[in-house]
């Protein structure tokens, strides 16, 4: 026999990778296929898809048996393992999706400045627009009812010019864009009264395009009656080091810094907290399986089993979060102005936000199997107490995600 028939024979007999005599389609030493994709096209295709069908069926099959509370985490504790997707694979391949889609769909849409108080006569928007102020000067049937009311409102917008904190700089501008508005209305108001009115001779108060009185702004942040300045004048927190002063002002003067680019566009900031949330579900998954691990201690499982179940509620209310997006989705697509039409949408939106927590509970009585007394004594008690480490959790990834837009 030749050398390459001696090398075919091994290879025929043997498996590539650890050289184990085989003894069927796989190597039961490594696992590893006995076909080789690199000798056979076909083979190679087949490969593919029989890996495609196969995890695609796991797949399917585990989200079905998902659906059934409790019935796949004691379908996996009793050992029934190779028919379903590992349960910390599926939380991160739904959690992942889930939060993808919501950052797609979400959306806060537009958002308004809220109206500071009127002018004394009660007819300016101080922050509006100019074509949107609402300053109405049509109403006034003399020269001298036009110039009050005109004094009257620019005394309201330098007013309100000088309480704007220096980090909303853009809202100082439309007001400023509002002061010129309010004098060339006025004047075009008077040219319609009396056109040879003295005062049209007179150059405006504030000219169109030059600089307004200077006025400090006060601060979003002060310390001592003094606006915060990260170098001048910091926050101290008397029981932290130096360098850890240091670092938190640093922190706290790149908030203030990002106050324009968040109130400007909102939805940026929205879509960067939902995209950091998965992160923040790995810290929080472990420490609910501490919580279960703590409340059914009598039970005498250990960590892993409450792990597995922690997984798999949560990969399933990431998938009602999921449903709950695409719902969304699909009812953008209806006009604001059908209330009839959007009634379907919030009408299954309500029932999958009253549907988790009954769920969870179902969940719960199935799989530790405790009187049911106990178990919604049980449930209501880790509910708050998760709920409240929830809270935090999102209040510390909107205050990071702010930091760091």
Same mark, same amino acid.
């Given at each position: 026999?030749?050398?390459?028939?001696?090398?075919?024979?091994?290879?025929? &007999?043997?498996? *590539?990778?650890?050289?184990?005599?085989?003894?069927?389609?796989?190597?039961?030493?490594?696992?590893?296929?006995?076909? &080789?994709?690199? /000798?056979?096209?076909?083979?190679?295709?087949?490969?593919?898809?029989?890996?495609?069908?196969?995890?695609?069926?796991?797949?399917?099959?585990?989200? /079905?048996?998902? #659906?059934?509370?409790?019935? #796949?985490?004691?379908?996996?504790?009793?050992?029934?393992?190779?028919?379903?997707?590992?349960?910390? /694979?599926?939380?991160?391949?739904?959690?992942?999706?889930?939060?993808?889609?919501?950052?797609?769909?979400?959306?806060?849409?537009?958002?308004?400045?809220?109206?500071?108080?009127?002018?004394?006569?009660?007819?300016?928007?101080?922050?509006?627009?100019?074509?949107?102020?609402?300053? *109405?000067?049509?109403?006034?049937?003399?020269?001298?009812?036009?110039?009050?009311? $005109?004094?009257?409102?620019?005394?309201?917008?330098?007013?309100?010019?000088?309480?704007?904190?220096?980090?909303?700089?853009?809202?100082?501008?439309?007001?400023?864009?509002?002061?010129?508005?309010?004098?060339?209305?006025?004047?075009?108001?008077?040219?319609?009264?009396?056109?040879?009115?003295?005062?049209?001779?007179?150059?405006?108060?504030?000219?169109?395009?030059?600089?307004?009185?200077?006025?400090?702004?006060?601060?979003?942040?002060?310390? *001592?009656?003094?606006?915060?300045?990260?170098?001048?004048?910091?926050?101290?927190?008397?029981?932290?080091?130096?360098?850890?002063? /240091?670092?938190?002002?640093?922190?706290?003067? $790149?908030?203030?810094?990002?106050?324009?680019?968040?109130?400007?566009?909102?939805?940026?900031?929205?879509?960067?907290?939902?995209?950091?949330?998965?992160?923040?579900?790995?810290?929080?998954?472990?420490?609910?399986? #501490?919580?279960?691990? #703590?409340?059914?201690?009598?039970?005498?499982?250990?960590?892993?089993?409450?792990?597995?179940?922690?997984?798999?509620?949560?990969?399933?209310?990431?998938?009602?979060?999921?449903?709950?997006?695409?719902?969304?989705?699909?009812?953008?697509?209806?006009?604001?102005?059908?209330?009839?039409?959007?009634?379907?949408?919030?009408?299954?939106?309500?029932?999958?936000?009253?549907?988790?927590?009954?769920?969870?509970?179902?969940?719960?009585?199935?799989?530790? $199997?405790?009187?049911?007394?106990?178990?919604?004594?049980?449930?209501?008690?880790?509910?708050?107490?998760?709920?409240?480490?929830?809270?935090?959790?999102?209040?510390?990834?909107?205050?990071?995600?702010?930091?760091?837009?």
């Amino acid at each position: 026999m030749t050398p390459t028939h001696e090398a075919d024979a091994v290879h025929a &007999n043997a498996c *590539d990778n650890c050289k184990t005599p085989l003894q069927g389609g796989f190597c039961h030493q490594c696992g590893q296929n006995a076909h &080789n994709p690199l /000798r056979s096209f076909g083979h190679a295709v087949e490969e593919v898809f029989e890996s495609f069908w196969h995890l695609d069926g796991r797949i399917f099959r585990t989200l /079905r048996t998902l #659906l059934s509370p409790g019935k #796949l985490a004691n379908a996996y504790l009793a050992g029934h393992r190779a028919p379903f997707v590992a349960p910390l /694979r599926l939380f991160v391949i739904v959690s992942v999706l889930t939060f993808f889609v919501a950052k797609l769909t979400l959306h806060i849409g537009e958002v308004t400045l809220p109206e500071p108080p009127p002018s004394a006569d009660g007819t300016t928007n101080l922050v509006a627009k100019p074509n949107e102020s609402g300053i *109405d000067f049509s109403k006034q049937t003399t020269v001298e009812g036009v110039i009050k009311q $005109r004094d009257q409102t620019l005394e309201g917008l330098i007013s309100a010019r000088a309480g704007v904190p220096r980090g909303l700089g853009f809202v100082r501008e439309r007001i400023e864009e509002n002061i010129y508005a309010t004098q060339r209305l006025a004047r075009e108001r008077i040219v319609q009264l009396q056109p040879d009115h003295p005062l049209l001779a007179q150059p405006d108060r504030y000219p169109a395009g030059a600089p307004l009185p200077e006025i400090p702004m006060r601060a979003l942040i002060s310390i *001592d009656g003094k606006p915060f300045d990260a170098e001048t004048n910091p926050v101290r927190v008397g029981w932290l080091p130096d360098f850890a002063n /240091r670092w938190f002002n640093k922190k706290l003067a $790149r908030a203030e810094e990002n106050v324009p680019r968040v109130a400007q566009d909102p939805e940026y900031f929205v879509t960067r907290l939902i995209g950091s949330v998965p992160s923040a579900l790995f810290v929080l998954v472990p420490v609910f399986a #501490l919580l279960l691990k #703590l409340a059914y201690i009598e039970t005498r499982r250990v960590y892993l089993e409450h792990l597995v179940v922690a997984l798999y509620s949560h990969a399933y209310l990431c998938l009602c979060i999921l449903v709950f997006c695409l719902v969304q989705a699909v009812g953008g697509l209806i006009p604001s102005g059908n209330f009839w039409l959007k009634i379907p949408q919030w009408t299954v939106q309500m029932a999958l936000l009253a549907w988790m927590p009954v769920y969870l509970f179902w969940m719960q009585q199935r799989v530790y $199997r405790q009187h049911v007394i106990v178990t919604l004594l049980k449930f209501s008690v880790l509910g708050t107490l998760y709920f409240m480490m929830l809270v935090m959790a999102i209040v510390f990834l909107a205050l990071t995600t702010w930091v760091n837009a």
